[in-house]
Structures are given as C-alpha cells and as structure tokens.
C-alpha cells in the first residue's frame, strides 16, 4: 500500500514529493535552503547535479510506503528511466519550511 503525495504529514516533504513526481525542477528547487546538501548512499553529492541526473531528466518518481519521524523519513519506491525501480529510503532536515539536507540511498 502507498501513502498518497498529498497525505504526507510534513508539509515541506509533501510538496517536495509532489513537485519530484511532477516533474517541476522549479518547486523542488523553491523548496530547498540557499545552502542545502545532500547525500546518496552515505556520500555527500553536488545537490543540483544530482537532482538533474537522478530526478528531474530522468523522470523520477517516488511511491511512499512508510513515513516516520513526523513525516521526515520516507520508505519509498522510487523509479527513473536511468536505474527502473528500487526500495529506497529518504531522511529530509527541514528547517524554517526549506530543506537543508536530504539523504537518499537503498533501503
């Protein structure tokens, strides 16, 4: 079973996900902090060439399964055009409703 986009409880992590599911780089992007940073698999990457790669030219999409930590942490299946689809695991830190940091990898 699937948590609906619009059913996630933390406001900031639910209009992430809809924008990544969208397709609309811009509201991910509004979304972020000036300074924000992330990781995948335990190595910190270069945010925005990461989401271009990963997300947003590749068709990225993200069917959450679980959430925890007041709607923070995400266990998801995610799928892009470049790896099909995996169990990932997601941990967003939000601050002032921006995202200074995610962390992604498989789950």
Known sequence: MTIAPARLSDPTVRAAVTAINAGDRKAF???LAPDATM???GTDR???DWI???IFTVRGHI???SESDGGRAL???YRNETWGEMRTAWRFT???G???RFETGQA
Do not use: G, H, K, T
Request: hydrophobic fraction near 40%; glycine fraction near 0%; charge should be negative.
């Open 52 to 54: 271009d790669r990963e």
């Open 46 to 48: 270069d945010l925005q």
């Open 75 to 77: 266990v998801a299946d």
């Open 98 to 100: 921006r995202i200074s």
């Open 94 to 96: 939000v601050e002032n």
């Open 63 to 65: 069917e959450v399964r």
């Open 39 to 41: 990781a995948d698999d």
């Open 29 to 31: 992007v509004d979304l």
